[in-house]
Each structure stands twice: as C-alpha cells, then as structure tokens.
C-alpha cells in the first residue's frame, strides 16, 4: 500500500497539429484539440532524485548490495512494459533502441524544436510509465505531435540507417495502437467497454474474472503474481492462470462447472531468470543473516512461482530491523488490475534519512498512545500492534509503473494482522517532487500557505497515513480451525448494535472479499486516519510543531485533502462511469464526506479566472475543522473501519459507491465543474534517477541533468548493449495472440 499525491507544474496549451478525434459515447464528446488529456505537454517538469550524500555514505559493501539489488530490480521491472497494454513492449524497445544511436543534445533535420521536445517527453513518459498508459491515472498517454512526423525522426535515426529492417518492423507494429484512441484503448480497464489490460487475455471481462476469483480462493491460491488468458473450443471455455516464474510448468486440466482451468508456470521466466541472477550475487554482499534469508526466500518465489515463499521472504525483511540499505522487491500493488487482486512488479533500493526517519521513529514508539484515539472501539482494533520500522529513505533505484511518496507493506493481510509491517517514507521523492511551481483553485492567502507548508504538512499526513492508517485496524477472522480471532457472542457491530455476524473465512483476504474497490477504499481509509488524528498536539509535537505553526500544519493537511478531492475529477472517466486512480477517488469521497457536513466548512465555487476563462475558488473555514470537520470524518471513518473489518462487502461498496458518484444532481454539480478542472490540469512530474555501476571492485554514482534528455540517457545507461532487448521482444511477440 502507498500514498501518491499529484504534483502540479505550469502547463500550456499544446500542438494542434495532433489530428482532431472524437470520443465517442461520451455525453461530453471532447475532441482531440484538447489533447491534454492524453499527451503530455512539453513543459512538464522532470525532477532528478538526489541521494549522493546518502550514497557516499555506504561502505564499500553496502555499495555493492545496492548495486546488485538495483540491477535486480531494473531487470525485474521490465515485466511491467507486459504488465501494461499490448503495445507497451514494442513501444519501449523502439524508443531504446532509437535513442541507443541517437544524440538527444541535438533536433534532428526536418523537425521543429518543440517537434523534438515532444518526441523526447513521449520518450521520457514512456520510460517513467513503463509503458503507454500513465501510472497515476491510467489513462492513456500518446504523442504530442503528428503521426507523420514522428516516422520521419524515426527513418532519420541512426539506428534505422543502422538496421532499416528491424526498426521499421518495430515501428509498423506499434505505430497504429500508439496513436489509436478508440473508446477502449483510452484507458486501462477490463472488458470491451471497460478498457485495455494484459492482466487478462482481450475476450475476458468481469464475470471471468470473478469466475477465476472463485476457482483460486476454493484451491487456495494467491493471485498476486498471475495473468488469466482465456480461450475457446468447440463452445467450451479454457482458462489458462499463469504464475510468473522461472521454473516451466504446464499444469494438469481441471474441470470447473462448465468450464475448464489450468494453472501453468513460467511467465517472464526469462525476465525472473536475470533478475534471480543478481539477487544470488546480493547475497554475497548481505549485512545479516535476516538479508541472506529474507533473498534467498526471494530467489525461491521467483524460481517456483511460490507466493508462500515470498510471504517468508516478507517475514525476513520485517525482522531486519533498522538496515542502512533498505529494499523490497516482488509482485506488490494491486491498483492496475482492474479486479484488485492481481500485483504488479515492483522494487525499490533506498538509504536512510536519519533526521526525519528520528520523527518516524517517535510516531512508532508512542503508536500504542495514538491508536486509541482512533474513532473505533478497542476491539476493532489489533490485539497486538507489532511496531515496525518507519524510516525516511532516499531512493537510488525505483523500478515499477511510479514513484509514491510512502508505503506500508508487506501487503498479506496474514502478516500484517499478526506479524507486523514496515513503513517508509520516500524522502528525496518529497523533496523534489512534491513542490508546487502553480496552485490552482483558492486564494491568494491560502497559496502562500500551502507553498510554505505543504512539504511539512504531508510529511505529517504520510506519517499518520503509513502508521497509523494501513497499519491500524483488525479483520475478524475464522481460522482454519473453526476458532476466531474475537469473541463473536460479545463483540458488537458499531452500526447496529448485534452481535458481529460477518468475518473473513480461513481462505478470504480483504483483497479478495473487496476486490475491485479494495484499493481506494483502504487509501480512503488510511487519508482520513490522517486527517482525523492530525489535531492531536501530541502527535505535531513528534514533528516538532508548536502553537501557531501547528495550527497551520493542520489547516494546509486538510485544505491540501479538499483540493485534491477537487482536483481527482481528472481521474473520472463519465464515458465508463468509473474512478482511474485509488488515491484521488479516496480523496473525492473525503471532499463529500465534508461538504454533506455543511455549517459552511467547504465551499466549492465556480468564478472567473484572471485570464477570462471559467475557474473554480475552494474555501475551508478553519474555525470548524475541529468542531465540524473532524466529527464528520470520524464517523465515516467508523464505518470504513467496521466493514472492513467484519468483511461486509455489501454495506462498504454501498456506502463508498454513494460517495464516489459524479453527476450533476445537485450544487455544486461536480461533472460539469470536471471541464473546469481538465482546463487547467497540471501534468504530474516525471524523476530521473540515478545509476550505479560496477568498476573493478568499487561501486560509483553516476547522476544525470534534470530533464528529458537526462531521463533518456539515465535508461541508455541502464540497459546498455540491448540487454535483455531479445527478451522483451519474444515475450511481447509469444502474448500478441492473447490481445488481438
């Protein structure tokens, strides 16, 4: 689990030359002149990821376990471009082999300037993406310039006049689905209206899904590291579940009702395979015998495909207590899977901030003081909290989709509810990119407030978030056994008053019982343990704020959430009727919670902006956050808590679906103001990162220039010599068949 907040930066309006497309079934029908949508503009900020001091701070040792552990992950994370959508892979392998030959100092003949930025930022986001859909957002991300002019810097490259065979063929099969905007290429999603992903074969949809959810839980299987592909004969349907993993397997035919199901082994083998290679020489390096265990359960899982062997793994990573390199790798975030439950790859290597990782520190030593303090009874809360781990990291490699701000995993609930956890807050990701260059929406006086505390608000927010949000709250379960962890003749339901009637049997997980809404909901959850809990002066003395600046501190936490409730209608797509990110469709039903409060607390007004053109003003009455805010959130709060806890789906989709909706049956009529908000969208900013690399028996830093040009040349370093290119392809061209 992982806190991401949007980043905003200026934004002008982009080329027109992009061919105009209308987006049918949409009430709206926006055109294509309004490309941002799906570009991303040439200004867009890229900020580098500093960790030189931390770095050069490592023992020579230390140095060579990072450097093992990065490339681990940068290998590893390529299975992400097979992750994303079916052209993803082509895509990246056109772009580096391009760019391998290219100078990206210099515009090519034949292009204009802001031509080649475009080519460079569609570059860049690819990269950053892993593929063509936007990691925050999901929807879809194309060029900004015309079709015809990106081929001609592709026939112009060295690389083509190099090997005009291949570079053309790469380009003929991605050149359409990079352009393409149907209805359903628009977005990620699952099935013909839904949208476009590789987690599922193109012929299936949600009642395959669930039908594939029922098969697993019933063979007690984790779905965390699989793909379904359907197939059909004769009238009959097959379903292949294929778990990532070296070892190849085909797997015995099963009968399933009316259907058929075979669970075989060895996706990405190739992928795993070079990323194992490299865990084996971590181990090498390890500090303790928690690091050598914790990789060598690693190396099992990605071997045999084993999800247990990865939970023991966690187990490891847990116990390791206070490591200078800090690290986490495996099928992780569940949020692109449109049905919730499947991960995608992910891994990150970071050192510790001592400073901040001290106020961390402080919040985790007084937990115990804290939790009760939450709007639940005590017996919905753990019987044990396990303190964790809860450091300040900058980051020197992070391979995935994105870059959040701070996570909690491991994410089994087994482990979590009876073991512990751990927290990080990404620092460096912080400092660079949580910056506001523009701050739309509110006054004058409440930008100057939110530039000067935003920083230190949200690491307050990510503390409490982390901590005490996903780390707070227990599931009732019955065990294997037939025992439960509650006493169910004496605990009652906050709600009605009965006895709990409602748990998690031995095989359910919370992903599995909330599934498709798992995700926003628990990212609500945790936002508004953070908002609720920020008044309590104990807590912002952890953080060394006092009297007025605390005040302040609060205020910008909470003017900071009714914003980004403002600013989530971005990610709400009306042609679906469906929520593309987690945390903004969190931060939304937050913004009801509080405007159905009323007494004035927040007003969302539509006015005229400087520049003549529609805008909005957000006002939150700082005199009633504790009196009206905070009592409207804790209730909600409540409610979020005990459905979750007592595996009631039913009464958590009800309750969370009634404050996501968008629509226009009342003031202030939040699907129209969405237009006002796409108008002056700002796009989300884009990290370089830096690479190590292996001279002799010492380890060196290398560090790039922050911008487009920087982020390119930091992937040619990454992946020099095409490594792994022949890999990536023939995994691409071996799934093409399942996504026609």
């Known amino acids: 689990m992982r806190l991401v907040y949007k980043y905003w930066s200026s934004i002008r309006l982009l080329s027109k030359q992009i061919k105009q497309v209308t987006f049918h079934g949409s009430r709206f029908s926006r055109k294509m002149s309004d490309t941002s949508l799906f570009v991303i503009p040439n200004d867009t900020d890229v900020c580098f990821l500093n960790c030189k001091e931390a770095f050069e701070a490592l023992t020579p040792k230390e140095k060579c376990y990072a450097y093992h552990l990065s490339k681990a992950i940068w290998n590893g994370s390529l299975i992400v471009l097979l992750q994303t959508s079916p052209e993803s892979p082509g895509i990246y392998l056109l772009l580096r082999k391009v760019f391998a030959k290219q100078t990206v100092e210099k515009c090519p003949d034949g292009l204009t300037h802001e031509e080649w930025k475009a080519i460079l930022v569609y570059a860049s986001a690819v990269y950053s993406n892993s593929g063509n859909y936007k990691s925050f957002g999901d929807s879809k991300i194309i060029p900004n310039l015309p079709q015809d002019k990106f081929e001609l810097f592709i026939k112009m490259s060295q690389a083509y006049k190099g090997d005009a065979k291949n570079i053309q063929g790469l380009w003929d099969t991605v050149k359409t689905r990079m352009y393409s905007l149907t209805k359903r290429q628009q977005q990620l999603g699952l099935g013909e209206a839904n949208g476009i992903t590789t987690y599922f074969s193109h012929n299936c949809d949600m009642k395959d899904a669930e039908i594939c959810q029922e098969f697993m839980k019933e063979k007690n299987l984790s779905a965390y590291n699989t793909r379904l592909f359907k197939t059909k004969c004769n009238g009959k349907v097959a379903y292949e579940i294929r778990q990532a993993s070296v070892d190849m397997a085909k797997g015995e035919e099963e009968k399933y009702g009316d259907v058929t199901f075979r669970v075989t082994r060895g996706d990405y083998s190739p992928l795993l395979r070079a990323c194992i290679q490299s865990l084996e020489q971590a181990k090498e390096c390890a500090a303790n015998e928690n690091q050598m265990s914790m990789l060598g359960e690693y190396i099992n899982s990605f071997k045999t495909g084993s999800i247990p062997a990865h939970k023991e793994g966690s187990r490891y990573w847990i116990k390791d207590h206070g490591p200078i390199i800090e690290s ?207 008044f309590d002066p104990e807590i912002l003395k952890v953080f060394g704020y006092e009297g007025e600046t605390a005040k302040d501190i609060v205020y910008v936490n909470w003017l900071n959430m009714v914003r980004a409730g403002v600013l989530a209608l971005e990610f709400y797509s009306p042609e679906s009727n469906k929520w593309r990110q987690a945390h903004m469709q969190g931060r939304y039903v937050i913004l009801q919670i509080l405007l159905e409060a009323g007494e004035g607390l927040v007003k969302v007004e539509r006015t005229e902006g400087s520049d003549g053109k529609p805008d909005l003003l957000i006002s939150l009455d700082r005199t009633k956050l504790e009196s009206v805010g905070k009592p409207a959130i804790g209730k909600f709060l409540r409610k979020l808590q005990v459905y979750k806890a007592t595996a009631d789906f039913d009464n958590g989709k009800k309750m969370f679906g009634h404050y996501s909706a968008v629509n226009d049956d009342s003031e202030p009529r939040f699907l129209s103001m969405r237009e006002i908000v796409l108008s002056r969208k700002q796009p989300r900013k884009m990290f370089v990162q830096c690479n190590t690399v292996l001279k002799g028996n010492s380890v060196e830093l290398i560090e790039y220039e922050a911008s487009p040009e920087g982020l390119i040349k930091s992937w040619n370093d990454r992946f020099q010599n095409g490594e792994n290119d022949d890999v990536v392809e023939a995994l691409w061209k071996d799934d093409a068949k399942y996504f026609d």
């Open 328 to 534: 986490y790798i495996g099928f992780i975030e569940s949020y692109r899977d449109p049905f919730g439950v499947r991960g995608e790859f992910e891994g990150f290597v970071a050192m510790v901030n001592k400073e901040m990782s001290a106020k961390f520190n402080k919040l985790v030593e007084r937990s115990e003081e804290f939790l009760p303090l939450l709007p639940w009874p005590k017996e919905y809360e753990k019987d044990t909290f396990h303190r964790p781990d809860f450091t300040s990291l900058d980051v020197l490699t992070f391979g995935g989709s994105g870059i959040p701000a701070g996570i909690n995993i491991p994410n089994y609930d087994d482990i979590r509810q009876e073991e512990g956890f751990k927290n990080v807050s990404l620092g460096n990701v912080l400092a660079s990119g949580y910056k506001d260059t523009k701050v739309t929406f509110v006054s004058d006086t409440d930008v100057e407030l939110l530039k000067k505390w935003k920083i230190p608000s949200f690491e307050v927010q990510v503390g409490l978030h982390e901590l005490l949000g996903h780390g707070s709250g227990k599931l009732f379960m019955k065990n294997a056994d037939g025992t439960f962890n509650f006493d169910k003749t004496k605990v009652k339901h906050t709600e009605t008053g009965d006895n709990v009637s409602s748990w998690y049997e031995a095989n359910e997980t919370w992903d599995s019982q909330f599934s498709v809404i798992s995700a926003p909901y628990e990212e609500c959850r945790a936002e508004c343990v953070g908002i609720y809990l920020c």
